[in-house]
């Protein structure tokens, strides 16, 4: 079994200051639910992508609460901000796909995107699904989804294009910070952006992070893999030191399995390496029972989906 300790092992002061100064909790206690984080992290995780998404519309209310009631360990959303500053649960940085409206996210202010429909689009794409209650669902904001929740969920949220939105990380961390969540133990941040985990790190590094990576062919029909931030070389040339440049600030790494459902870009080879080098290994997003059961053979310590149910009915 891989070693708990890491660089949280050090949380042992006497008490937690937050917000210019207020006492929180004894930060003994904070120690314990942060440690207790770690510790669960060790065991499989099961990672609600949007949600129950495969069942209703990512990251609405009907998603979360559906991957609530199935008991998953994680409620994964991405968080975008709004022209007005608002932190909001959305996907794409078009409005497009998954909504009524057209054009950028970021160009639209709160109140214009809660006028949208964030639901219906969902009972025309998957029929098999569609609920009539799903049609006008809202988007959400990061604050509406932790007061629904509350510290009976754990969050796995993602800085999402943060180039688009100066500032998000430190208003992501403000609202965390605001609703108890990272000493209560309750959140993990994740991107695919190294200088954006590096800026979380830097306000405040009790909360636990992971770098996403994507592997794919460096050109159409060749066999050399790359990643899509260079963050680490492709699976067949990563070495030890590259994993413990990553270990530097994160717990872990989120990766994909394949490229277009096609090309498998990982082995157990590449979760056995990693995880000797003291990171967690979560990989997105898996959607078939067989993969399923490929990946809790090779011992990845999370999986993403769509489908909770379907992987909770193999991880138990």
């Known amino acids: 079994m891989r070693s708990n300790q890491s660089r949280f092992s050090r949380l042992s002061l006497p008490f937690a200051l937050l917000g210019g100064g207020a006492l929180l909790l004894p930060l003994s206690v904070q120690a314990d639910a942060l440690q207790q984080q770690l510790e669960d992290l060790q065991d499989f995780q099961v990672i609600a992508h949007r949600g129950a998404s495969g069942h209703a519309p990512e990251q609405t209310l009907p998603a979360l609460e559906l991957a609530h009631e199935m008991g998953v360990d994680y409620l994964e959303l991405?968080?975008?901000?709004?022209?007005?500053?608002?932190?909001?649960?959305?996907?794409?940085?078009?409005?497009?796909?998954?909504?009524?409206?057209?054009?950028?996210?970021?160009?639209?202010?709160?109140?214009e995107l809660k006028a949208l429909d964030a639901g219906s689009w969902f009972n025309e794409a998957y029929p098999e699904y569609a609920d009539d209650a799903f049609a006008g669902e809202q988007i959400l904001t990061l604050g509406e989804v932790i007061e629904r929740f509350g510290t009976s969920a754990r969050y796995y949220l993602e800085t999402k294009s943060p180039e688009l939105y100066p500032g998000i990380e430190e208003a992501l961390v403000e609202e965390l910070e605001a609703h108890g969540l990272i000493e209560a133990g309750a959140a993990v941040i994740q991107s695919f952006s190294q200088p954006s985990l590096l800026e979380v790190q830097a306000l405040n590094d009790d909360v636990p992070l992971i770098q996403l990576v994507w592997y794919y062919p460096e050109e159409d029909g060749e066999e050399r893999l790359v990643e899509w931030t260079g963050v680490t070389p492709g699976p067949s040339e990563i070495e030890d030191a590259d994993f413990a440049a990553i270990r530097d600030y994160a717990v872990g790494i989120g990766t994909n399995l394949t490229y277009?459902?096609?090309?498998?870009?990982?082995?157990?080879?590449?979760?056995?390496?990693?995880?000797?080098n003291d990171l967690l290994v979560h990989v997105y997003t898996i959607n078939e029972q067989d993969d399923m059961q490929m990946l809790l053979d090779w011992g990845v310590d999370g999986i993403f989906t769509d489908f909770p149910d379907r992987l909770n009915a193999l991880a138990e």
């Open 260 to 276: 277009e459902d096609e090309l498998q870009v990982i082995d157990a080879a590449f979760v056995e390496q990693a995880q000797a």
């Open 78 to 111: 991405d968080i975008q901000m709004t022209a007005d500053g608002e932190l909001v649960a959305f996907h794409d940085e078009s409005l497009d796909r998954a909504t009524d409206g057209e054009g950028e996210l970021k160009d639209f202010t709160l109140e």
